[in-house]
């Protein structure tokens, strides 16, 4: 059998690894875009000009992050990313179908304001309306928990703020900790228990005095549960 093959001279060779120190030892040196996946022109450019995009690359993989601009009572121009006043009330729209937006063009140096929808007692805006508040809402107030959950026996609170959202505060050595409220069942996440972090919690409503709380680790497969009593007192 034949074989052909091509074999690089001394000089060659010689020519390569000459090339290599120098890159070495050279700033500017091509990069390898498997090593340095944000070396590609653009990648992480949303096409908005009011985020400030940056990359960071793990792994040989991109990640990308896409901040809005902060500007305050101002808004951003998407034309050409700066902070400016406002002009009409709908240049203050924050997505949020459940606050009032309003532009002051007279007031110094801004002009928004996002107000919460103010709803009757009993009632949360949903959708831009006011309507009946879910049997969460009628469940705050303090609790005393009992059950495997770290930190049995203790006081916990469950909270609403004026703007309709939910929190648990006291429970083992979480911070407040954010709820997501649908009708008689809150959701919250990344909770510790046992030292151990990354818990998703599950809060339902038993009855006017009583909720059960489940905490499970999806990554380990760990779980605890307690039983919430309405402090009377």
């Given at each position: 059998?034949?074989?052909?093959?091509?074999?690089?001279?001394?000089?060659?060779?010689?020519?390569?690894?000459?090339?290599?120190?120098?890159?070495?030892?050279?700033?500017?040196?091509?990069?390898?875009?498997?090593?340095?996946p944000?070396?590609?022109?653009?990648?992480?450019?949303d096409?908005?000009?009011?985020?400030?995009?940056?990359?960071?690359?793990?792994?040989?993989?991109?990640?990308?992050?896409?901040?809005?601009v902060?500007?305050?009572?101002?808004?951003?121009?998407?034309?050409t990313?700066?902070?400016?006043?406002?002009?009409?009330?709908e240049?203050?729209?924050?997505?949020?179908?459940?606050?009032?937006?309003l532009?002051?063009?007279?007031?110094?140096?801004?002009?928004?304001?996002?107000t919460?929808?103010?709803?009757?007692?009993?009632?949360?805006?949903?959708?831009?309306?006011?309507?009946?508040?879910?049997?969460?809402?009628?469940?705050?107030?303090?609790?005393?928990?009992?059950?495997?959950?770290?930190?049995?026996?203790?006081?916990?609170?469950?909270?609403?703020?004026?703007?309709?959202?939910?929190?648990?505060?006291?429970?083992?050595?979480?911070?407040?900790?954010?709820?997501?409220?649908?009708?008689?069942?809150?959701?919250?996440?990344?909770?510790?228990?046992?030292?151990?972090g990354?818990?998703?919690i599950?809060?339902?409503?038993?009855?006017?005095?009583?909720l059960?709380?489940?905490?499970?680790?999806?990554?380990?497969?760990?779980?605890?549960?307690?039983?919430?009593?309405?402090?009377?007192?």
């Open positions: 059998m034949q074989r052909n093959w091509t074999r690089k001279s001394a000089s060659g060779r010689a020519g390569t690894l000459v090339g290599v120190i120098a890159c070495l030892f050279t700033v500017g040196c091509p990069s390898d875009p498997v090593d340095d944000c070396g590609v022109a653009g990648i992480c450019n096409g908005d000009n009011c985020t400030v995009d940056t990359c960071v690359a793990m792994a040989g993989v991109a990640n990308c992050t896409n901040t809005r902060d500007c305050g009572e101002q808004i951003c121009d998407s034309s990313g700066q902070c400016v006043d406002c002009t009409m009330d240049d203050c729209d924050d997505g949020d179908a459940c606050t009032d937006d532009c002051d063009p007279m007031a110094t140096g801004a002009g928004c304001s996002n919460p929808v103010v709803c009757p007692p009993g009632e949360d805006c949903v959708d831009g309306e006011c309507a009946a508040a879910s049997q969460f809402a009628q469940s705050v107030g303090n609790y005393t928990v009992a059950g495997s959950c770290d930190d049995g026996d203790q006081m916990v609170s469950l909270l609403r703020g004026d703007d309709g959202t939910f929190t648990l505060t006291g429970f083992g050595d979480n911070g407040p900790i954010s709820l997501m409220v649908d009708d008689d069942t809150a959701t919250g996440s990344d909770v510790e228990q046992f030292g151990i990354g818990h998703d599950t809060i339902t409503l038993q009855d006017g005095s009583t059960t709380l489940m905490a499970v680790q999806p990554t380990m497969g760990g779980s605890c549960s307690a039983t919430l009593t309405a402090d009377e007192e």
